[in-house]
Structures are given as C-alpha cells and as structure tokens.
C-alpha cells in the first residue's frame, strides 16, 4: 500500500508486507507552466508541514534527497470519501486549479478487484483565466524498492510501453525480497526516461529538476541490463494544451508485485518444537527446517507484475 497525505505528497510505501508509515521515498508529480519570458516550474503538493522538516530522521542534516525545497502551491485542501481521497491545490500566483484524487479499487460483493495491489492517481487541471497555456506534466521516481531489512541487492529501471518498472533484485539466500513496482499513464504523448543521470550526490535530482524547469519533454531508453550501477531513478512526462475555461485529466496506475517474505510466527521446526521430533513427525537429518513465509493473495492469482499491470490497464 501507500498513501496520499492531505497535501497531495505521497508516503507510507508499504509494499513488504509490513506497515512503514515513515516510508516517504523521493516521489514527486511537477507542472511546468510555459510563458513567454520564463516558465514556472511547481511540485504539484500543499506547503509542506513543519513537522516533516523538524521532527523527522535527518532533519538536522539538510533531510537528504527529499523535494521540500522546490515551490509548490500555497493553499491545499483535502476531502475524504472512502475509497477517494481527493487534494484540492490552488495558488493566486499560478493560473491553474488543480484536483488530485487517489483511489484502490474497492467494490461490494466484487473481493476479487476489492484486493488489488493496484491503485490510481488522477490529476485534474482546470484553466480558469483568459487565455490558453501551454504545460508539461510529470512524474518523477527514484528507484526506492527495497526491503528495510539488512541485506543487499540493487534496483533496476526500466520502461513499459507507457511507463516506468521498477525492479528490485536481492542478494543470493534472500530471494523473498525480489519485487517489482509499475506506473503507467495513457495520455497522448507520453514520453518515458528511465535513465536519470549517474552522478554524485544530488546530481541526479537537480538535473531531473532542470528537465522539469526548462519544459523538457525527455524520452530515453534504460541503461543496459548488465550494468552494475543503474539508474538512480525514472520519470513520466506529458505536454498538454489547456484553452481557456477547460480543464483536462491525467491518470497514473500504479501496481506492485512483491509475492514472496520471510514473514512467519512461531519456533523453526527442531526449535523447541518437541511434536516436530515425534514418530507421527517422521523427522529426520533431511527435513526442512525452514517454514515457508506469508505470501499475499495476490501472489495466487497473478505469476508477475505483468499480468497485475495488464489486469489493471484493461479493466
């Protein structure tokens, strides 16, 4: 699961199968709004609260590699509606009104769609001045999936045909970290970059950050399978054309897939288990040890993130 807070930021990524409401990755939607003389470049989020700045894990160390720096509306407001949660933005300097609303499928009497690891997020944009404009929309996602577990492994990204795969590949003895995580958009003229810069520190945010500024609408291809360092992260980006008084929509689908954990209760068999070494148990030197962990339902019915992704694209 994950969340849409009041402001339209997104956090709790909660993909392992464990509750991590602290988990707010580098995930941000932006708008370039184009002008004659210099754009305006705007994360599509309320202020950020205080509380995030100083009472969170590094807040005395510059927060490292988060988003609070960059401009955002100054007015937000949000609306509950199980299963909507919907963040009105609104700004007297930008001339655009914006609507987030984030959903997961929740249907009477349907416990099948009911329980998707699937979610969509739907911007709104409404041009309520004289004349037309002329914007890019993005989102932007660094490559976060990971267990929170000790243990190794890389991430890698790569492209859908309307989208962005992240994929999370662990270190041997710890497969039941292997994940995946999808985020697709259909709009005309979707373009996907996949391949943020490999640099230092912060370059790949503030040069993902001057694609956003200048309006640039970037489609790129992956960096090679075998490379040993992968993308730091990948983006979505989508020009649209808003005459005046019209308003347009652009829907994200987000899935995950991640089918397998350690995840378990209770003593290893031959640990204190006393009925495990019974005659009934028939234990011997070649039994398994190891109890197998939770897997999700999901995990029964779907074999991959693709058949989640293409379950979720056609219904």
Known sequence: ????????????????????????????SALCLKGKDKNT????????????????????????????????FKNSAFTARFPFGTVELTDEDLPVKVEITGWSPFIPNNTFD???????????????????L?????????????????????TRVSRTQNGLMYEFMPETGREFDRGWFSVECD???????????????????????????NGDVVDDQPYPYTDDRQSPGGSIYVPLSLPSGESRTIVLRFSWYVPDSNLRVGAELG??????????????????????????????QFSSIHEVSEYWRSS
């Not at 640990?271 to 109890?291: D, H, P, V, Y």
């Open 1 to 28: 699961m994950f969340c849409i807070e009041g402001t339209g930021a997104f956090s709790h990524f909660s993909f392992y199968h464990r509750p991590e409401v602290f988990n707010e990755p580098y995930i941000i």
């Open 41 to 72: 470049a705007v994360v599509l989020e309320g202020q950020v609260p205080e509380w995030k700045i100083f009472r969170q894990e590094g807040g005395g160390n510059g927060l490292y590699r988060k988003s609070y720096g960059l401009a955002r």
């Open 114 to 132: 009911s329980c998707l690891p699937v979610a969509g997020v739907e911007y709104t944009f409404c041009n309520n001045t004289g004349t037309a």
């Open 134 to 154: 002329d914007m890019v929309f993005s989102f932007h996602c660094s490559s976060f999936l990971s267990p929170k577990e000790p243990g190794r492994g890389r």
């Open 187 to 213: 709009s005309p003229g979707t373009a996907v970059d996949p391949r943020w810069l490999r640099g230092f520190m912060f370059d790949d945010l503030m040069n993902m950050w001057r694609h956003v500024e």
């Open 271 to 300: 640990e204190g288990n006393t009925a495990c070494c019974s005659t009934a148990c028939c234990c011997n030197e070649n039994t398994e040890t190891r109890l197998p962990g939770y897997r999700p339902w999901y995990a029964s």
